[in-house]
């Protein structure tokens, strides 16, 4: 019997010879096309095939059969004015080269048909010098284009106004600035003093100067209003203000900041204002933290402090640190800043003037703040010089100086100043003149006037605020009978504002294109905000309209602000306002309160896994007793179907069981067109994760309607919102499933475009996408692409997540299991992933995830 032909072998060398005939083909095509298309126009090229002696010349070939039929034809179909290089091969490309566009065969041969003697590189170096320049030019852009892409990373200074009118202190801003613009061992300076003495006027001073004058990046960060929160957190503060755009909901604060910290590519100066509390605090180690900075950062961090407490011993245990500290102004710059403040008579003699200035500024004991108040009072009263003085040593104390002077400056306020200034000390951080005004009860732009002139408040940009120790004094005085009901209705109107201000702006999170608008709100007014959420759940508001509007849209503003704050005071919130709910008497408010407890408590886990099943039960019980109130109250009743829905899918694994529940909330909101009022996807996306699964055809195309579904909601309500991301997300997770590699890539794209216009992208929740989008790339074998991205993400889930995280475990596999396969050349560093996560998953009892065993059988192959 005959045998076969031999089997062919595919080798490297005969694959990549045939990747060359391709390329020669495919590219020496498209190259040859491209010279012809620029000798001759496409749009000439009928006139030029006609008539002409170009013509003559292809008959001539076509007689000689240089041209075949085929190829005459390409020349000349039917319609002449259709013909097109593009239907052209390469051969026949290369004869219209020769023949009709005036190309001259190489000198040496003067012909095309015989290749050049091997002395001839007249040509090849001709390409060379060509190609050498444009490698130049190309050095050149690229260098540029770093430098540009520096640039964007680099981040930028962010500092208050620089204050005008400033006297004294010019050499101690220039110790500061000497400490901190060399190359020198020291970590940071520590500015100290007393009381209103100056400490932040020099800090702003040489932030500036060493920004302008010394390129360097400074960053200020106030702790003026931080500790006596309960959200209380350096560390919080500080990475708001190193990384304007990271996510606030954040709990381990201390953990993104020092990914941060590692990644930094600039020095900065990072200036620490009022530290004092944190610094006393022998519960926080506040130096440890500063060393901690230090450490991951490279030493790229120094530090500018600012505090009362002179104890800089403390610091110099474990850093190299200069001390600055500040004394009273010398007396003729007491005296040019009371100057500033005071509108001398035209008759007073200026010798005289002089002496009753250097007076005053004794009694004043030469402090900064005091003698900014006093100006004022001498303008604006009815005091003489000597009135003034006689007045402040009357009433001497052991801080003469700056507490006889706020007394005083406070007591000659008329009676409507003064109750807007007790107003105003409500804030607990700045504030616009909107909030202002809403506070005071009427409009106050004549007393924010006055009280500025009277330097009791200060104005940065469109914000005011009190300084420290007058909001203290102002505080403590509005406690006295006569002031105490003011400062209780201040305190009433704060909280009514804010959360008509959290109501207004939880509207705009769900509205199309305005959700970054509404967070971006949040992040200004953050401290102000969190301090009425932290009265929510203290359960210290009274009674008011804006309160009933948060408990009765609940759901809606609780989407908002879970997406604002850390879980714990979104947590202690909703408690607040299941109180509230309880007490107003709404029972499906009070249902809707529980079942985002529940689901809360579930998602983040509690100590106390009675008191979270406790939610779920109450509120079916609830639901089950009043079925009366939820046939009338249709919104409420969607949303516990559907909270219902996803309790029976997820916690239950009765997902046909829940699918009725599911499609009867879509149908109440159908049949009653309440339209956006609640987010319709989130239960299309339910009802298609529980079809998914299935196996027959009919369930695979209700869960694709589904997805398509509720990403045209979202698209349509929400524009570019997280949750139109999540729904590319989702759907692309489909078609992942299902093997459209295509369509799936679409829909990751998409959601990953999204949430970086939302600044969201190295965000936690943006590491599932990256991991399925990573699993897509593989799979439609773009591995570079697939590295790249499973890279990114395991680098989101490092700098976001602290410690052990299923996220981490799952992304991890993935990545460690790609560079096995297709990059053996990385085999050390798959082999460190590998070995981390083994660690891991075993530590967090995920038993058997995931790909868990080809892992295990890559990483154990050497045993």
């Known amino acids: ?506 509207s705009k999170f769900w509205g199309n294109g305005t959700c970054k608008e509404s967070l971006d709100f949040c992040n200004k007014e953050r401290i102000n905000l969190e301090s009425t959420l932290e009265k929510v759940c203290e359960k210290k508001i009274g009674e008011c309209r804006e309160l009933k509007d948060i408990v009765k849209n609940c759901q809606q503003v609780a989407s908002y602000i879970e997406y604002s704050v850390p879980f714990k005071l979104y947590y202690g919130f909703l408690r607040g306002l299941l109180h509230f709910s309880q007490k107003q008497g709404k029972v499906a408010n009070q249902v809707e309160i529980l079942l985002l407890l529940y689901h809360e408590s579930r998602k983040h886990g509690t100590n106390n896994e009675e008191e979270s099943r406790g939610y779920i039960s109450q509120a079916i019980s609830m639901y089950n007793s009043n079925s009366e109130l939820f046939k009338q109250e249709h919104l409420s009743r969607v949303i516990y179907l559907s909270h219902y829905g996803r309790y029976l899918s997820q916690d239950l694994d009765q997902r046909e069981e829940a699918q009725p529940f599911l499609r009867e909330a879509v149908e109440i909101l159908e049949e009653n067109k309440l339209g956006a009022s609640f987010d319709k996807a989130r239960i299309l996306t339910q009802i298609g994760h529980n079809e998914k699964f299935k196996t027959d055809e009919k369930s695979n195309e209700e869960a694709c309607k589904c997805y398509e579904e509720a990403l045209s909601f979202r698209l349509e309500h929400y524009g570019e919102h997280f949750w139109t991301a999540f729904a590319h997300k989702d759907f692309a997770d489909f078609y992942l499933y299902k093997g459209d590699l295509e369509n799936a890539k679409g829909h990751y794209h998409e959601a990953i475009r999204i949430l970086e216009f939302m600044g969201a992208v190295d965000q936690k929740e943006s590491i599932p996408v990256l991991k399925n989008f990573g699993i897509c790339l593989q799979k439609s074998n773009n591995f570079e692409e697939s590295r790249r991205i499973f890279k990114k993400g395991c680098g989101v889930a490092d700098s976001t997540i602290e410690g052990n995280h299923k996220w981490k475990v799952w992304i991890k596999t993935c990545f460690a299991l790609l560079l096995y396969e297709e990059f053996p050349e990385e085999l050390a560093a798959a082999d460190k992933i590998s070995e981390d996560v083994l660690k891991m998953g075993k530590e967090l009892n995920l038993g058997n995830w995931h790909k868990k065993g080809e892992l295990e059988k890559r990483f154990h192959r050497k045993v």
Not at 51 to 68: A, D, I, M, R
Not at 459 to 470: C, G, S, T, V
Request: aromatic share 6%; net charge negative; glycine share 6%.
């Open 1 to 506: 019997m005959a045998s076969g032909p031999a089997p062919i072998v595919s080798t490297r060398e005969n694959t990549n010879y045939a990747r060359l005939c391709r390329l020669l083909i495919d590219v020496g095509s498209a190259v040859l096309r491209d010279t012809f298309n620029g000798i001759h126009p496409p749009a000439n090229l009928p006139a030029i095939l006609s008539g002409t002696p170009e013509e003559s010349t292809l008959k001539s070939l076509k007689k000689k059969k240089v041209l075949n039929a085929t190829q005459w034809g390409e020349l000349y179909p039917a319609t002449l004015s259709t013909v097109s290089s593009s239907n052209f091969d390469i051969t026949l490309l290369m004869i219209l080269l020769r023949n009709i566009c005036g190309l001259s065969p190489p000198s040496s041969t003067g012909s095309w048909d015989m290749l050049p003697p091997a002395s001839d590189n007249e040509m090849m170096k001709s390409h060379q010098d060509n190609t050498n320049k444009k490698l130049e030019e190309l050095k050149g852009m690229m260098r540029q284009k770093d430098k540009q892409e520096m640039e964007k990373k680099k981040p930028s200074s962010e500092l208050p106004e620089e204050p005008s009118n400033i006297y004294g202190h010019s050499m101690e801003v220039d110790m500061v600035v000497d400490a901190l613009s060399g190359s020198g061992p020291s970590s940071g300076v520590l500015v100290s003093g007393i009381a209103g003495i100056g400490k932040t006027t020099v800090a702003i001073q040489a932030g500036h100067k060493l920004k302008d004058k010394y390129e360097r990046i400074v960053k200020f960060c106030s702790l003026r209003d931080v500790y006596e929160s309960e959200m209380g957190d350096e560390w919080r503060e500080i990475l708001n203000v190193c990384v304007p755009g990271h996510q606030q909901t954040n709990e381990k604060p201390r953990h993104v900041l020092l990914s941060w910290c590692r990644c930094l590519e600039y020095d900065i100066i990072l200036i620490l204002d009022n530290a004092e509390d944190y610094m006393e605090d022998l519960t926080r180690d506040f130096i440890s933290m500063l060393r901690e900075l230090k450490t991951c950062s490279k030493s790229k961090i120094k530090f500018l402090i600012t505090s009362r407490s002179s104890s800089i011993d403390r610091i110099r245990l474990r850093l190299t640190f200069d001390h600055v500290p500040l004394e009273p102004l010398e007396i003729q710059d007491s005296v040019e800043v009371l100057k500033v403040g005071v509108e001398l008579a035209s008759d007073i003699p200026s010798e005289q003037a002089n002496s009753s200035l250097v007076k005053l500024a004794q009694v004043c004991e030469n402090i900064p703040l005091a003698l900014r108040l006093a100006g004022p009072l001498l303008s604006e009263s009815e005091y003489t010089f000597e009135e003034l003085v006689d007045e402040l040593v009357k009433n001497a104390t052991e801080t003469l100086g700056l507490e006889g002077i706020m007394e005083m400056a406070f007591e000659k306020l008329d009676e409507t100043s003064k109750n807007a200034l007790v107003c105003l000390s409500v804030f607990v951080h700045s504030f616009d003149k909107r909030a202002a005004e809403a506070v005071f009860g009427g409009k106050c732009a004549k007393h924010l006037t006055k009280l500025k002139q009277r330097c009791l408040i200060q104005k940065q940009d469109d914000r005011y605020l009190l300084h420290l120790l007058i909001r203290s004094f102002v505080r403590e005085r509005g406690k006295r009978d006569d002031l105490a009901g003011t400062l209780a209705g201040g305190q009433q109107r704060f909280v009514e504002h804010f959360l008509l201000l959290l109501s207004h702006n939880s």
